[in-house]
């Protein structure tokens, strides 16, 4: 009954079933990629504006909370002797908010200055300077890279409803039964076994 409920639930290709109506994702891929790229976009383009807006508010909401918390010094990437920052692969999950640290990180790996503000999601120049991050913001620096790397996840999950459509409500095991009833109407349910037959098979 799984398998039937699955089915129906996708339509087409890019049309989807959503509480009973049906929902014209449009173009899935496409909408994935704008989801990634702007918190919402995926959602705008397939006219589900109210999800959008939503979408929207709440992760760059808790992404720009993120970086006053630590006066925007929170999102960079580095992979080198001074700090791996793996925070920032999740960061990175919110599209182009936080591809400014990418490309000043290859610029700087490249011998170039930064494109933007030396103090813009650039990666600190030794453990000193890091250690001095967390000594201006106290806890913010800390708590400002967990905001971030939420909104970054939070993002992840709108791509997946961008790109698959909201998830299908779980079917309950009646409904199931009664359904495959109504479709099979001489199939007879399986009897419950006796307990003479229980005490036969111990």
């Known amino acids: ?48 504006y109210f999800k959008s807006a939503v979408f929207s508010v709440c992760i760059f909401s808790c992404f720009i ?25 999740l960061q990175a999950g919110i599209g182009l908010p936080a591809m400014p640290a990418a490309i000043q990180a290859w610029r700087l790996r490249g011998g170039e200055r930064p494109l933007w503000s030396e103090n813009f999601m650039t990666a ?17 620096f800390d708590m400002g890279t967990l905001y971030t790397m939420v909104a970054g996840l939070l993002n992840i999950l709108v791509i997946f409803d961008a790109f698959a459509g909201p998830l299908p409500p779980p079917v309950a095991k009646k409904r199931e039964r009664e359904a495959d009833e109504e479709a099979d109407p001489g199939a007879k349910p399986n009897p419950a076994p006796s307990a003479s037959n229980a005490r036969a098979k111990t």
């Open 1 to 48: 009954m799984m398998a039937k409920a699955g089915a129906a639930a996708a339509v087409s290709d890019n049309i989807v079933l959503a509480d009973g109506e049906p929902l014209n994702l449009r173009n899935r891929h496409l909408a994935a990629v704008l989801a990634w790229l702007i918190p919402g976009a995926g959602h705008f383009y397939q006219r589900r």
């Open 65 to 89: 909370l993120g970086m006053l918390m630590a006066g925007g010094r929170c999102v960079y990437a580095s992979w080198n002797e001074t700090e791996k920052r793996w925070q920032y692969v």
């Open 124 to 140: 600190p120049r030794s453990t000193r300077d890091l250690d001095d991050f967390n000594r201006k913001t106290a806890s913010g």
